[in-house]
């Protein structure tokens, strides 16, 4: 009843302000990797792991007045902020959620760049297979944004260390 | 001559509704189109549901893929051969990527996943690379085509143009879809040119371009695809079915784990309950297996199970009311909650909330903020355009938030006086009904 938009609800709620689609769309998709329970499903697109049920998920939220999609204009596209309004506030009273791991996972994902959380996403994506090949894949499919081997070796670090995280709350 | 290249001595045609002919011509498609996991793709509906609404709606996802096929067959044929941007060495691995993409989808998939938490993306990509009649099919052209193909449809394949044919926002898997549903259901909505929009294609670097003189067959396919989405596809009757669906598969697992002697153990979803799916398993399911079992279970002893098969097989299903999940109306929502736990009706499997982001279907977005790769036109001067910055039409709808909430719950046992007749009635004013 309503559980998977609480979830995501709950989830701004917990890192206070996400600014880019892009960026709230990784940190979603890393929490659901390092077992968080989101149900949207992601796909691989162009620009790394993407749910259109996250997006249309987070329209809905935004049309009942839960949050607030603030558009804010960036050299050459528009970026958006969200944050949770006081009706937002006011459903998670109703809507009690137990994940107390997932704020300071959200919060750290929440400090770093949207570029780098593409790449750990991306990292993610490919985990089934061996660290060589997920960097060829990083290399091919992510050309253009030009990562490198320490990037690419930055962004396991960070993954252990959520995963750190995420087991010791 | 290769495998690859090897063709049928005489082509082969399938009769279509939608594009006519389809034309097989390679041998590897004749033999891939053989196997039994692509024909168990018709014993699996394209539409789900549906067809609970729209009679007509029993086409199989084997119709829609051999669908996919010929039109990324007329592409690379008849649009890209020649071009120079366009490598004609990736014929054959579109045209497989294209006649395999749903190869991994379940019986009536989207409530299945949901329950299940599996994805046939997953199941698609283990078809293929497994020990299967399809493997066997794609390991004779080269060891890596079968990696190759699952790399297309998993969109990770390093030429982006072979993915983007088969998925992007103007692909093959849509132009057909819409076609053949619109053709399916009977409705008059999905209708657009797609001869023009082949013709007016272009290969470009990573994806596929449209000529600026296309853009008004783009215009109908965009509003073909609005129109077909809420007048089809979030149809409310049809995702009262889908409710009710999953709602029998929730009851079913629930029962399993609590140790319930059904009077015939349901073997085939065994795995399945536990949660260790093996390609094995899932490839014997199609959607005759669980309509047996739905049949059977209308003769169950638990009382949830039984009573949510015979909705769903004899089509009692569902009403519902518009619903506006603000906080007064989830407060509601409660207090309607304890008042079915109060009348003896148990809301986890009877008070239902449904929201467009429930359902597998997507918008036309214009892919601000690098989220998805939108729809280019390529101008007379060369220039790319996003779609929706050269047409107002497109703009007027792409643009747009339109979500939807609705309430389901069973009216008839609300309006059955027999017993708790006061609690009812309040959930019926509650609900707007009285």
Known sequence: ?169 | MGYSEEKLHEEKVFKDPVHRYIHVKDKVIWDLIGTKEFQRLRRVRQLGTTFLVFHGAEHSRLNHSLGVYEIIRRIVDDVFNGRPEWDQSERLLSLCAALLHDLGHGPFSHSFEKVFDLDHEHFTQQIILGNTEINEVLSRVASDFPQKVSDVIAKTYKNKLVVSLISSQIDADRMDYLQRDAYFTGVSYGHFDMERILRVMRPREDQVVIKQSGMHAVEDYIMSRYQMYWQVYFHPVTRSAEVILTKILHRAKHLFEKNYTFKLEPIHFYSLFKGETSLEDYLKLDESVMLYYFQLWQEENDPILKDLCDRFVNRKLFKYVEFHPSNSQMSKLLELNKLFIKAGIDPEYYLVVDSSSDLPYDFYRPGEEEERLPIHLLKNNGEIRELSRESEIVDAISGKRRTDHKLYFPADLLEDESGKRKIKKQIRQLLDLD
């Open chain 1, 1 to 169: 009843m309503f559980n998977d938009h609480a979830k995501i609800i709950h989830a701004i709620a917990l890192a206070g302000e996400i600014s880019g689609r892009k960026k709230l769309q990784k940190m979603i998709y890393i929490a659901k990797k390092i077992s968080f329970p989101f149900q949207e499903k992601f796909q691989f697109h162009f620009y790394g792991p993407y749910s259109e049920e996250l997006t249309l998920r987070v329209e809905e939220l935004c049309n009942l007045g839960y949050l607030n999609e603030a558009r804010e204009k960036k050299s050459g596209y528009y970026q958006y902020c969200y944050t949770l309004t006081d009706s937002g506030k006011e459903f998670l009273d109703l809507y009690q959620m137990e994940m107390p791991a997932l704020e300071p996972c959200l919060q750290d994902m929440n400090v770093q760049n949207a570029r780098f959380l593409e790449l750990v996403s991306t990292v993610l994506y490919f985990d089934s297979l061996p660290k060589e090949e997920v960097c060829e894949k990083v290399f091919t499919l992510k050309s253009k944004q030009k990562y490198t081997l320490e990037e690419i070796e930055e962004a396991y670090q960070y993954i252990a260390k959520l995963q750190e995280k995420a087991k010791l709350q």
